[in-house]
């Protein structure tokens, strides 16, 4: 398997504009997850999905972002309008969750989209 | 709510001495607790993981972590550094409605040097 695939790797955009980040997850995994690094706050899990459905967007910032799971191999992060404290790596990960808690595996992380806002 | 508090943010350590990165964490339920690793402009991979298993677990590059629930820490250790373990390396524990839910901590930066 290839892994979690992020595209793009690298995205500049002025200020106002509309980013959207993609990623594909692991195959037969149903957990998928947005995470965002900064220097200022390290990791900070945006939203998770289980089974392409929102579970927790709690640490989703504002409503400038949204997201979506449309089938189980294809996920997006939008912001509208970007602004440059957005500027940060986003990751996208994924997890196969097993019925029982325990039995699942670690998560897989993509190679994050570096999105500077100018 | 599940965190993780890791010790020093740098860690400088010289080659072939020992390794010990320090994490505690507070949970109100047995946590699973995970630790990996990141490399510059890198996605993160996964060293090892505790899951209410054997204490001491073993990962990938020669790390290995002890569960200590008297302490609540998870430290990750190696007995010898190496140039390539230079990197940074986050302690994480799972929490959420399905258990599945990752958070991390501040992250350690490892030095090594020659």
């Known amino acids: ?118 | 709510a599940q965190s993780v508090t890791q010790l020093g943010s740098h860690v400088s350590v010289s080659e072939g001495a020992l390794v010990l990165l320090r994490c505690n964490y507070s949970s109100s339920v047995p946590p699973y607790l995970f630790w990996y690793v990141q490399y510059p402009n890198q996605g993160l991979q996964l060293l090892l993981k505790y899951t209410s298993a054997a204490t001491l677990v073993k990962g990938i590059n020669g790390f290995e972590a002890e569960f200590k629930k008297s302490e609540t820490s998870f430290h990750l250790t190696k007995p010898s550094a190496h140039m390539s373990d230079a990197a940074e390396y986050f302690c994480a524990v799972s929490e959420g409605k399905y258990g599945n839910k990752l958070v991390f901590g501040a992250g350690t930066i490892l030095r090594v040097k020659s």
């Open chain 1, 1 to 118: 398997d290839a892994g979690v695939i992020q595209s793009p790797r690298h995205e500049v955009t002025e200020m106002g504009q509309e980013v959207t980040l993609r990623c594909k997850p692991i195959s037969g995994h149903n957990s998928l997850f947005w995470y965002r690094q900064t220097m200022m706050r390290g990791l900070e899990l945006l939203i998770y999905f289980n089974n392409n459905v929102p579970i927790d967007d709690s640490g989703m910032p504002e409503d400038r972002f949204s997201a979506k799971m449309p089938n189980a191999s294809f996920s997006t992060l939008k912001i509208q309008p970007s602004e440059p404290r957005d500027s940060a790596v986003y990751f996208c990960a994924s997890s196969l969750r097993a019925s029982r808690r325990g039995d699942d595996t670690e998560a897989f992380f993509g190679q994050g989209t570096r999105l500077t806002v100018v």
